[in-house]
């Protein structure tokens, strides 16, 4: 699977938006994009993914650039319970079935 | 609440010891499998399972032997572990699809502290 690269660790203040930024400049055209984070001792817990298109859940939203280069995972209003480090991961169909996470961003949100 | 279950959530174990690791999952998927996450180093997979059939080994010490007896069980033998073994044990089961949209659901973890 192809290499990310995101920022180590982002604040955010409680009920502001965050932007968690992925770069992935060596995205092929079948990798889809995945998030997923972990929360303080707790297992990885799926977010969302996507493909080419913009996609919403009821967690987040994930905005994908153009070229597929970079992705920004959005979380609408953080909570204190989105404090988590953020994993993005690229995924190719037909590939090893294993998650390749790597050291992901560490979310704080302050009060 | 969580989907996959894990048990136990703590264990202590001397080098000389033999424990398992259980995992369960009721969600109908057929591919599971285990990771080790370290203190301070990325998820590690260790072992998958496809249909009961181990299809991955990431070069895994013989000191840990899986076992999946079916689809909705994952086992993880301990045996003569050393202090460096000590980790967070998570299991995690997908649906078996073709395409990459396939997702992963995690078990808590079993945190294994070897003395």
């Known amino acids: 699977d192809a290499k990310t690269t995101q920022p180590n660790s982002m604040e955010s203040n409680e009920e502001e938006p965050v932007h968690l930024p992925c770069n992935h400049s060596t995205i092929s055209g079948t990798d889809y994009i995945h998030w997923y984070r972990q929360l303080p001792s707790q297992g990885p817990e799926y977010v969302i993914h996507g493909l080419t298109s913009n996609v919403n859940n009821r967690m987040a939203s994930l905005a994908i650039a153009e070229d597929r280069k970079s992705s920004t995972l959005i979380l609408h209003r953080a909570t204190l319970r989105d404090a988590a480090v953020y994993y993005c991961i690229l995924r190719r169909p037909g590939s090893a079935r294993q998650l390749t996470f790597g050291s992901g961003t560490q979310l704080t949100v302050l009060p | 609440d969580t989907e996959v279950t894990q048990t136990p959530k703590h264990l202590v174990m001397g080098m000389t010891n033999k424990k398992s690791l259980k995992c369960e999952q009721h969600?109908?998927?057929?591919?599971m499998y285990w990771y080790k996450q370290s203190a301070k180093k990325p998820l590690e997979l260790m072992f998958v399972?496809?249909?009961?059939?181990?299809?991955e080994n990431n070069s895994v010490p013989s000191r840990f032997s899986p076992e999946c007896p079916n689809s909705s069980h994952l086992f993880l033998h301990l045996h003569t572990l050393q202090p460096e073994d000590s980790a967070l044990y998570l299991c995690a089961s997908s649906a078996l699809t073709s395409g990459g949209g396939e997702t992963q659901y995690f078990g808590p973890g079993t945190r294994l502290l070897v003395l």
């Open positions: 969600l109908g998927h057929n591919a």
């Open positions: 399972y496809n249909f009961k059939e181990q299809t």
